[in-house]
């Protein structure tokens, strides 16, 4: 197979988080928006809602592209049963601020990764555990005012400014970033692909 036939890989996203986590891991790609509405619901889980996400945005993309390698995600917050998006003005994102203060909630990232003229696809959740610190109305409207929340599930971010809010991480950080690395990596290795250039330190 010549170099110029074999698949690229293809990020179905709109994320600069996911574009900036692929680059620094040495990937090489392509990106293509999905023109898909994410699906929110209290009748089904987190994982349930991630996956059915990811899913569709991959599809959306592998249809269009099935000779390559197509790599989706979609990430959600929950605390306790009740899933956050990305809120839709300031106000929102400072109520939904006020309800994290003090508060360990989830965070869960489905990656779908499709080859459609291979006829594979895999699928697969990463659940991090993200706590808290206790915020007062002052601390959060210092926030708002340096990041864009409205492009975030939770209305908040764990790189950059993300040490103001959040005390503590369990599990995968990348994860709460938008693209849980380890897994990914792991993934992409079974369709073929390897990163390209040296991670980033």
């Keep these: 197979m010549k170099p110029s036939d074999r698949p690229q890989l293809v990020l179905a996203s709109r994320s600069p988080r996911r574009r900036k986590l692929l680059i620094e891991?040495?990937?090489?790609?392509?990106?293509?928006t999905p023109d898909v509405r994410e699906v929110i619901?209290?009748?089904?889980?987190?994982?349930?809602?991630?996956s059915w996400n990811a899913l569709r945005k991959g599809l959306a993309v592998a249809r269009l592209r099935p000779n390559d390698i197509v790599l989706a995600a979609d990430t959600l917050v929950a605390l306790g049963s009740?899933?956050?998006?990305k809120p839709a003005n300031h106000a929102e994102a400072a109520r939904i601020l006020r309800l994290l203060s003090?508060?360990?909630?989830?965070?869960?990232t489905a990656v779908f990764v499709a080859h459609l003229?291979?006829?594979?696809?895999?699928?697969?959740?990463?659940?991090?555990?993200?706590?808290?610190?206790?915020?007062?109305?002052?601390?959060?409207q210092d926030y708002l005012k340096r990041i864009d929340p409205l492009d975030k599930a939770g209305a908040y971010a764990a790189q950059g400014q993300g040490g103001t809010v959040i005390s503590r991480i369990c599990g995968s950080r990348t994860n709460v970033i938008g693209l849980p690395l380890e897994k990914t990596r792991a993934a992409l290795?079974?369709?073929?692909?390897?990163?390209?250039?040296?991670p980033s330190a």
């Design 102 to 108: 003090g508060r360990t909630h989830e965070v869960t």
């Design 25 to 32: 891991a040495g990937f090489e790609y392509k990106v293509i």
């Design 117 to 140: 003229r291979a006829g594979r696809t895999e699928t697969f959740c990463v659940t991090s555990k993200v706590a808290f610190k206790n915020l007062t109305d002052r601390m959060i």
């Design 41 to 50: 619901s209290s009748e089904i889980t987190l994982r349930e809602a991630t």
């Design 82 to 85: 009740e899933i956050l998006g």
């Design 189 to 198: 290795a079974r369709f073929g692909l390897r990163p390209k250039r040296r």
